[in-house]
């Protein structure tokens, strides 16, 4: 399937139950990297908005960038209301913005789809000469015996789970990426809390778990509701993630 099109029919959930990122991250570049809210940025790969939320509220402006129509709409449905966000059809490879114009580019849950060799030629074109890359990863833990057990059922039940995992992206690649320039990972606590129907919705706003009447998904909806009953704590379950954040320059 054309990366660019998998979450076509994933827009609800995705809005739904998709975790945000930790407003630390605001600080965090701020303190570090002087990015302040006066600094422009361009979010490749901004979906239906998650991570042009985060600094939308922080009083940035935004230049969401996203080859998904159905995607992109929603994020203007949902973001119209800050005048600093700018809804932009292009794509990591072919962003449509205009040279020197970006202070910080950011990619939210995106970088493992890009074409990374033409991913970093646009980039270096379209930032300032300080300008930085932040990459950002929910990464959901495998610790506790549900989360174990919910990975399981991915990994039965999904389709290219394996293929398109963004832990497919290990450091030697965000090194390449970055290289000759240094780098820095910072982590993040996060989490998520959910009843049953969230659980239901955070599943199915994955592209590579069988979509509702799709094959496979009766299958794969009972055995959430069976894992759900096992593992429920005051009828909600907890997801961990730990928020990675590159940084560097290209």
């Given amino acids: 399937m054309d990366s660019t099109q998998r979450f076509s029919n994933r827009v609800e959930n995705y809005v739904k139950y998709r975790?945000?990122?930790?407003?630390?991250?605001?600080?965090?570049?701020?303190?570090?990297?002087?990015?302040?809210?006066?600094?422009?940025?361009?979010?490749?790969?901004?979906?239906?908005?998650?991570?042009?939320?985060?600094?939308?509220?922080?009083?940035?402006?935004?230049?969401?960038?996203?080859?998904?129509?159905?995607?992109?709409?929603?994020?203007?449905?949902?973001?119209?209301?800050?005048?600093?966000?700018?809804?932009?059809?292009?794509?990591?490879?072919?962003?449509?913005?205009?040279?020197?114009?970006?202070?910080?580019?950011?990619?939210?849950?995106?970088?493992?789809?890009?074409?990374?060799?033409?991913?970093?030629?646009?980039?270096?074109?379209?930032?300032?000469?300080?300008?930085?890359?932040?990459?950002l990863w929910n990464e959901r833990l495998t610790d506790s015996p549900f989360e174990k057990a919910y990975d399981e059922l991915i990994m039965q039940h999904g389709i290219d789970y394996v293929k398109v995992d963004h832990r497919n992206i290990d450091t030697p690649a965000i090194e390449a990426f970055f290289a000759p320039q240094p780098f820095e990972l910072t982590s993040f606590e996060n989490r998520q809390v959910f009843d049953y129907e969230g659980l239901k919705g955070r599943l199915l706003s994955s592209s590579y778990m069988p979509a509702e009447g799709e094959k496979g998904s009766a299958e794969m909806i009972a055995d959430l509701e069976d894992l759900f009953s096992q593992y429920k704590e005051n009828n909600v379950i907890q997801i961990n993630y730990e928020t990675k954040m590159y940084v560097g320059k290209v």
């Fill in 19 to 135: 975790p945000d990122y930790p407003i630390e991250i605001i600080a965090y570049l701020r303190d570090q990297y002087k990015l302040s809210s006066d600094k422009v940025i361009a979010d490749i790969g901004s979906g239906t908005g998650i991570s042009s939320t985060l600094f939308l509220n922080a009083g940035y402006e935004v230049y969401g960038v996203e080859p998904n129509k159905e995607m992109r709409d929603k994020s203007i449905t949902l973001l119209t209301h800050f005048t600093g966000f700018h809804p932009v059809d292009g794509t990591a490879e072919e962003p449509n913005l205009k040279s020197k114009s970006i202070d910080a580019i950011i990619a939210g849950q995106a970088f493992h789809w890009f074409d990374r060799d033409k991913a970093k030629a646009a980039f270096k074109k379209i930032l300032k000469s300080k300008g930085i890359v932040v990459l």
